[in-house]
């Protein structure tokens, strides 16, 4: 038999797509208050949220004829028909965060809007209004959302720990803090502040807030503008690699996104940079025209669609490569780096400071990595919530016409706009000589450079191998004794698919025998016991026998039989030395070789310096 079912299971049913863990309900909550014109916001959290969550803004509020309605599925104030669904220019807007929170909780909400001299206090459990009545309360918005799944048992069952829970919670408030720096944003864990940042509009200093100063110091800016497109953020250099994507955090028009299209440009900018297994950092904004993508993907809205995600690709890979190839982007050596002294291990001060005797900025993601098992939550009462909420709405309230941003003035003050750096300059480079006859040394205005000849002289040899490749370009000159090429049998089978590849670089080889190829050509930049030595190790890299049907798995093979360039140790004259860093200033990624391998590092003076005692 079909029925309709019952609006308490219906809504729990639909709660489920919106709601699954604390941080889904601190999401929804804060992003609600960035769309109600927050100034400052604070989420406090018990227990990793599951017994309680706050969150406390000082935006907008809610008129008290529409704090019901708010609660009710499909209640929004941000789109009113179809066709808005092609211009959102909020964080919110299926009207489905409300409802599904109070669904799955007890929930109570405290509002007050500019105009009205008292607010609305409403208490809601399992969708149901159990409480409403008039209170005294400053400006804004605080929910409170206690024992998160309390009618759900079968949901609340499959949370994660409380270490797990409140740890993805803070992470996803310390990301907000980068896309929002004009927001003064606090974190509360178990009532001991953790961060607040001063909503000054400086995205460095929270960046700063959410890493360490080590790896903020070394970050590069990127910026750039194609036509109503703008690309903002900062990147690491080559050095600054990590084990994991967990520092990649992209944000598309003020939204944190899980996007594969900005996470594949940025893999691009970096494919010949990095060992493999390695990932740069990436803090990334982007700001799209709200009818060249769609966010109305998945109810969690982190997911998003861009029209052109070829044109997406290559914008990204193109902005980073160019800030990849400034003077920042070359690893630089520290003292500290130099004369290290062991690290010791300091177990993390469970013994924080309450929210009222002072407010720190701790390193998160050093927090993160360390957070324990929390401390048991102190029971609040109704009285408390109203008077704490007072004390947490430290702003002054927003003005009506502040209330009414629009959305350039927005974003004019949510970051101070990075700006690419300019490329590094060859031309101010003074080669002093070699050491070890392995480094080329030289200076320009304030630094010192350490360059590895042989990483160098690799990048250079790839680049033009690649270019002669994908230009078919066949500058090749004859030999007076062909170089005898023994291939394995199964390269031997697809041997028309790599003596055209090997054709392309400037190479004529010709079967001789069995397994066996004359070549009669080599390419014409290289000598003769390059290119020998260049061709055995060509042939030992087809041994898988795959076939060279794509420029990916070409490059892979080339990267590897690059060993022929020039040797540690080798010696080099000077006219040697400046043909190398010519060339080396020809090439698309002078700062690597095709391994990952930096062919530059750097000490500035002021380092040098330090270590001298003269600073």
């Known amino acids: 038999m079909i029925q309709v079912l019952e609006k308490g299971v219906a809504d729990k049913i639909a709660a489920g797509e919106v709601v699954d863990r604390p941080l889904s309900i601190v999401k929804e909550l804060v992003e609600n208050s960035i769309d109600a014109g927050a100034t400052s916001i604070t989420v406090e959290i018990k227990k990793g949220g599951k017994s309680y969550i706050r969150v406390t803004d000082n935006g907008c509020g809610i008129p008290a004829d529409q704090v019901e309605t708010a609660f009710l599925r499909h209640a929004t104030s941000k789109i009113s028909q179809a066709a808005d669904l092609e211009h959102i220019e909020t964080l919110g807007f299926r009207g489905e965060a409300l409802a599904s929170v109070s669904a799955v909780s007890r929930t109570e909400i ?73 927001i003064r944003i606090r974190m509360i864990n178990n009532g001991s502040m953790l961060f607040s940042t001063p909503g000054n509009g400086k995205l460095y ?24 497109l703008k690309l903002e953020g900062y ?55 709200s009818d060249r993508l769609d966010v109305n993907i998945h109810p969690n809205k982190r997911e998003v669609r861009f029209h052109d995600e070829g044109f997406v690709v290559e914008w990204i890979q193109r902005a980073l490569r160019e800030a990849l190839l400034s003077k920042e982007s070359i690893p630089a050596v520290k003292q500290e780096d130099l004369f290290r002294k062991p690290e010791t291990i300091v177990p993390l001060d469970t013994r924080k400071p309450k ?54 003035s927005i974003e004019r003050s949510q970051v101070q706009t990075p700006a690419t750096p300019p490329p590094f300059d060859f031309e101010e480079l003074t080669i002093t000589g070699t050491i070890f006859d392995t480094y080329i040394t030289a200076i ?40 005898m090429l ?95 860093i010519q060339d080396l200033r020809q090439c698309e990624n002078p700062f690597s070789c095709p391994h990952g391998r930096p062919t530059f590092i750097k000490m500035t003076q002021y380092e040098i310096e330090k270590m001298f005692k003269r600073v």
């Not at 499959?158 to 993805?168: I, K, L, T």
């Not at 191998?465 to 030999?479: D, K, V, W």
């Open 355 to 408: 929210v009222r005797d002072q407010e720190k900025q701790v390193n998160v993601k050093q927090l993160l990595s360390t957070l324990r098992k929390e401390e048991e939550p102190y029971k609040t009462s109704a009285s408390q919530v109203k008077e704490e909420t007072r004390l947490y709405q430290t702003a002054a309230p927003l003005s009506p016409d502040a209330q009414k941003l629009d959305e350039s």
């Open 486 to 580: 023994n291939v394995s049998h199964s390269a031997d089978q697809n041997a028309e698919d790599w003596l055209t590849a090997l054709s392309h670089m400037g190479f004529c080889a010709e079967p001789f025998g069995p397994r066996t190829y004359a070549v009669k050509s080599i390419s014409m930049f290289m000598g003769l016991e390059e290119a020998r030595c260049f061709l055995k190790d060509f042939a030992d890299s087809l041994g898988d026998g795959k076939l060279l049907d794509n420029l990916p798995l070409i490059e892979k093979i080339t990267m590897r039989s690059c060993k022929s360039a020039v040797k540690a140790h080798d010696h080099l004259r000077d006219s040697e030395i400046r043909q190398l």
């Open 110 to 182: 405290i509002t007050k809007t500019a105009d009205a001299k008292t607010g609305t206090r409403m208490a809601i459990e399992g969708s149901q209004i159990v409480e409403k009545e008039v209170t005294g309360c400053p400006e804004g918005t605080t929910i409170v959302v206690r024992d998160l799944f309390y009618n759900t048992p079968a949901r609340k069952k499959f949370m994660r720990s409380d270490a797990a829970e409140s740890g993805s919670v803070i992470e996803f408030v310390s990301h907000i803090t980068l896309a929002y720096a004009r």
């Open 444 to 483: 320009d205005g304030d630094s010192f450079y350490l360059i590895d000849q042989h990483a160098a002289h690799e990048r250079i040899f790839f680049e033009k191998l690649m270019a002669q490749y994908r230009n078919q370009e066949t500058h090749s000159q004859p030999i007076m004794f062909p170089i």
């Open 205 to 228: 200093s929270n960046i700063l807030t959410v890493f360490s100063r080590d790896i903020g110091d070394q970050l590069i800016p990127v910026g750039d503008e194609v036509e109503e």
């Open 235 to 289: 990147i690491s250099s080559p050095g600054q690699s990590r084990p994991t994507r967990r520092h990649q955090i992209f944000f598309v028009n003020g939204r944190v996104v899980d996007s594969k299209v900005i996470q594949k440009g940025v893999s691009n900018a970096y494919a010949d940079k990095l060992f493999e297994g390695r990932f740069p950092i990436a803090i990334l904004f982007l700001r799209f025209p």
